[in-house]
């Protein structure tokens, strides 16, 4: 029977040689498993957005359309804030002249005169307005996973068969089987002409959480932003 064959990295290696760095790399290989799912519990695994529904107007056309007025409906002032400032800036990077409606329109519930009026004395030809819907929640169930590796078999009594492969496989990390309760955030946009009143467009987003509110609110922008540019609104 042949001897068996091992590659050489300057010397000549052992079998005992061979195990050592089969072991060292099996460690390697447990903390390799071990790392991708302390980062994927760390990540959420992570929260992302996409659009459950979007309409646009077959009518639409957007060539003289200059400026957008962004408006967050919120209970909280705070909330408002932050949303408007953040889907300001984003809009902003796609190259639209975006104003945010607290600095114009501090009032928490403004009429849709004054919003209009607020528009018109900034220049601005469209409203965006975004909705809190609601969140809802969904258990999940995640089955236990395996992670096996294969060590390498030598000597003269080597099965080459499936019981040789199955003697020399080892269980290298296992994952415990979870249930996670899955938070589905909801957002709904319309976007409005100033002179006409019409209803061009309207997107609704789900965000799974995966973090933070912000990482919530920045994955909901993101995705309405998509929309926006496939249906046309956005170059």
């Known amino acids: 029977m042949a001897r068996p064959l091992w590659i050489s990295l300057g010397g000549t290696d052992t079998p005992g040689q061979w195990k050592n760095v089969m072991k060292r790399t099996r460690n390697r290989l447990l903390q390799l498993v071990v790392s991708v799912l302390a980062l994927c519990a760390l990540s959420g695994c992570s929260g992302n957005s996409e659009i459950t529904h979007s309409y646009v107007d077959p009518k639409l056309n957007t060539d003289g359309l200059d ?46 005169e004054e919003i209009i009026a607020a528009a018109q004395k900034a220049n601005l030809d469209t409203i965006l307005i975004t909705r ?20 390498p078999a030598y000597g003269g009594g080597y099965n080459r068969g499936f019981g040789g492969y199955y003697r020399h496989a080892y269980e290298v990390a296992y994952e415990q089987p979870v249930w996670t309760n899955n938070v589905t955030h909801s957002l709904i946009s319309d976007l409005y002409v100033v002179k006409s009143k019409e209803h061009l467009w309207q997107a609704v987003s789900d965000t799974l959480q995966g973090g933070s509110t912000d990482k919530v609110r920045d994955d909901a922008i993101k995705a309405l932003i998509g929309n926006l540019r496939k249906q046309g609104i956005l170059n």
Do not use: M, W
């Not at 889907?87 to 600095?103: E, I, N, P």
């Open 67 to 112: 400026g957008v007025l962004v408006v967050a409906v919120t209970q909280k002032k705070t909330a408002r804030v932050k949303f408007e400032d953040a889907f300001a800036k984003a809009l902003v990077k796609q190259g639209v002249r975006a104003q945010v409606s607290y600095t114009l329109v501090p009032k928490a519930k403004a009429e849709p």
């Open 132 to 151: 809190y819907i609601g969140k809802s929640n969904e258990e999940v169930y995640h089955p236990g996973t395996v992670y096996y590796g294969v060590t």
